[in-house]
């Protein structure tokens, strides 16, 4: 871990924090009921981190250097995706009373996370000729 590493993780981080909030801006009006913005960012967030994470592996179509892993996927989709925003909310739900949108929120944000995290890998797996790893080294994986 060098100095140089850790910069690049936080100005990922600092872009992915500032997409995450005009984002969330965006969906204010169709945020109603349930917390879209939070639903949308984790769906598109686990998109991105599952399609980048498999092309640019050493060994894939599009590699790129190992700071770039990082920035892009702990850097950017970790200041991007809301999962600590998801949680208060789903909290919030239940504690007013709204435990059945808090299982919509708690089933859709879960199955469509993990459906998009599925469908940026295997549509990255295609161009990859069928690889089936996403991360390199662990940490990619925190």
Known sequence: ?????????????????????LISVLAAPISGNL????IIINITGSFIIGLFGTLTLAH????VS???RLF????????????????????????????A????????SVVLCVAAVSAGHLIASY????????????????
């Open 101 to 108: 949108r808090a299982g919509v929120n708690i089933a859709a």
């Open 35 to 38: 917390p879209w913005g939070t």
């Open 1 to 21: 871990m060098s100095l140089y590493t850790c910069l690049i993780i936080m100005a990922g981080g600092a872009l992915g924090t500032l997409a995450r909030y």
């Open 127 to 142: 161009f990859n000729g069928g690889e089936k790893q996403v991360a390199q080294l662990r940490v990619e994986e925190v």
């Open 72 to 99: 892009v996927m702990i850097g950017l989709c970790g200041g991007y995706t809301t999962f600590s925003s998801f949680s208060l909310q789903t909290l919030d739900l239940m504690r007013s009373g709204a435990v």
């Open 66 to 68: 190992e700071n770039m």
């Open 60 to 63: 894939g179509r599009f590699p």
